[in-house]
């Protein structure tokens, strides 16, 4: 049975790479998933002489002979042959024990205040995204009804914040290092589109260095949480007597955000949560997608068709 290259993993089918000549499973059939470049590098070296000397930690690509211990090695770290004699490696960088410390030595790119407390961010976050939520709810509500523009935007910041909270909840349950953090283009973007594109923070998680069941539960918390979160105010909508309107419609639009930005970011492309549940189990994408985006539809419709005035008002 073919084995995988990268990870070791016999499969059923696998998937030749034509620039460096190597099989890899499904989870590392693209270059950049068996880090194609590092893989053509090993396969090139040839060593001039064997060498029993315990390489250093910090050399990013190292070979040492066969009959050092196995054990030596951390797990998933055994990259293939250079030839009869040695195992080509990378030794993976150890991440320091608090990398998010501005002592760590650690820095992080694309990050706005990478070093400040995390409720720090959770705050500046909340208020933009409750701000432009004001802001975009009062073009479609008006003053009719200006104290439920209050009620929408805290659904809409707290869609949101739950999300990322979902992930960050599941990487601690794994112990990883993981904060909730600003991120600068994000910002920008978020500013610029008056919250159309309101992706003002993310949760930085470390250690989510490969597809695995770690990273695909910690990406699969965020849309999970909408779905519950969603359900919930969907049901409550219903629930609330009708006397009460329009606060039994104020949760049904709460409802169909949640259904909204889980759905959104269920698709599999770029760094959206949905390419990493996609590449873990397809069982789990599809269970997910399958149960948000009917929700999403039957609340979009009650929302911008008449059935809303069946269901909601007196």
Not at 84 to 106: C, H, K, L, M, N
Not at 237 to 242: A, D, L, R, V, Y
Not at 294 to 310: E, F, G, H
Request: aromatic share 14%; proline share 5%.
């Amino acid at each position: 049975m073919p084995i995988c290259y990268h990870c070791g993993t016999e499969v059923s089918e696998s998937f030749h790479c034509t620039k460096c000549g190597q099989s890899y499973c499904s989870l590392h059939k693209d270059p950049i998933d068996h880090e194609c470049n590092i893989v053509i590098e090993s396969l090139n070296f040839r060593p001039q002489q064997v060498s029993h000397t315990v390489p250093s930690y910090n050399a990013p690509t190292q070979v040492i002979p066969q009959s050092v211990s196995q054990s030596t090695m951390q797990d998933g770290v055994i990259r293939g042959t250079s030839d009869g004699s040695y195992t080509w490696y990378r030794q993976e960088q150890a991440v320091p024990e608090d990398a998010f410390d501005p002592d760590s030595g650690i820095s992080f790119k694309g990050i706005f205040l990478a070093h400040k407390s995390e409720l720090t961010h959770f705050l500046i976050a909340g208020i933009i995204i409750y701000v432009i939520g004001i802001i975009s709810f009062y073009t479609s509500i008006g003053s009719a009804y200006f104290w439920t523009l209050f009620i929408l935007a805290g659904f809409y910041v707290t869609a949101f914040l739950f999300h990322e909270l979902g992930h960050r909840q599941v990487a601690v349950h794994f112990k990883l290092q993981t904060k909730f953090r600003l991120l600068t283009y994000g910002l920008l973007m978020t500013l610029i589109s008056l919250g159309r594109f309101a992706l003002p923070g993310a949760v930085v998680v470390l250690g989510l260095d490969k597809i695995s069941r770690k990273t695909g539960l910690c990406k699969a918390a965020g849309p999970f949480v909408n779905l519950v979160y969603g359900s919930i105010l969907f049901l409550i909508s219903f629930i609330i007597p009708k006397a009460f309107y329009p606060l039994n419609f104020i949760f049904c639009i709460g409802s169909y955000l949640n259904f909204m930005l889980g759905s959104f970011n269920m698709i599999p492309f770029g760094i959206l949560d949905g390419q990493n549940i996609w590449k873990w189990k397809k069982k789990v994408y599809f269970g997910l997608i399958g149960s948000l985006l009917p929700l999403l539809i039957v609340t979009m419709l009650i929302i911008n068709s008449s059935i809303s005035l069946d269901l909601y008002l007196p």
